[in-house]
T-cell receptor, first 112, second 112 residues
């Protein structure tokens, strides 16, 4: 399976703290994306980083990509209770299709 | 959840019965996808379609079937051949020249 792995599997922090979650993948990529899923809901796209980029920002989100280590990290700064959700990385690899390969997810709980 | 609808939200079926899950999008996207999500796991691709009247198997297609007769619709049938059909099913769509997917709210299928 090409499925990536994320760590930690679960993370609990206090409101206002920063949350960092990591994603590792197995084969070279075109891009890597992060999605958020609230409990029992669909996924929402957060940010995309291309293989030739090393860092990207969007509001309170910062994503880094290290293609030599085949890993990425998502940092959420100044977390809020509303950030409580599962976060998934997804990779797009070369080829004729642009299928996404999802990681196993990190469950983030932000305590008020 | 964008312009993608899935119905119903919850579905209960007896073992041995086929069941069809609906997915409709009004985003004018070319590609559509079906994923299965089990507890503690990421999303796994069941089937995908990049254009009307064409579709391909994903990683776990056994026991499932799809059709793509209209651009807006991509129904998934869970057949009695699927050994463990109880799961959360997510539909997504994607515009052809991008890699970002838009997800529906999901259907939770329980087979009794």
């Amino acid at each position: 399976s090409q499925q990536g792995e994320e760590d930690p599997q679960a993370l609990s922090i206090q409101e206002g703290e920063n949350a960092t979650m990591n994603c590792s993948y197995k084969t070279s990529i075109n891009n890597l994306q992060w999605y958020r899923q609230n409990s029992g809901r669909g996924l929402v796209h957060l940010i995309l980083i291309r293989s030739n980029e090393r860092e990207k920002h969007s509001g309170r989100l910062r994503v880094t990509l290290d293609t030599s280590k085949k890993s990425s990290s998502l940092l959420i700064t100044a977390s809020r209770a509303a950030d409580t959700a599962s976060y998934f990385c997804a990779t797009v690899h070369g080829g004729a299709t642009n299928k996404l390969i999802f990681g196993t997810g990190t469950l983030l709980a932000v305590q008020p | 959840d964008g312009g993608i609808t899935q119905s119903p939200k919850y579905l209960f079926r007896k073992e041995g019965q086929n069941v069809t899950l609906s997915c409709e999008q009004n985003l004018n996207h070319d590609a559509m996808y079906w994923y299965r999500q089990d507890p503690g796991q990421g999303l796994r691709l069941i089937y995908y379609s990049q254009i009307v009247n064409d579709f391909q198997k994903g990683d776990i297609a056994e026991g499932y079937s799809v059709s793509r007769e209209k651009k807006e619709s991509f129904p998934l049938t869970v057949t009695s051949a699927q050994k463990n059909p109880t799961a959360f099913y997510l539909c997504a769509s994607q515009q052809g020249n991008t890699d970002t997917q838009y997800f529906g709210p999901g259907t939770r299928l329980t087979v009794l």
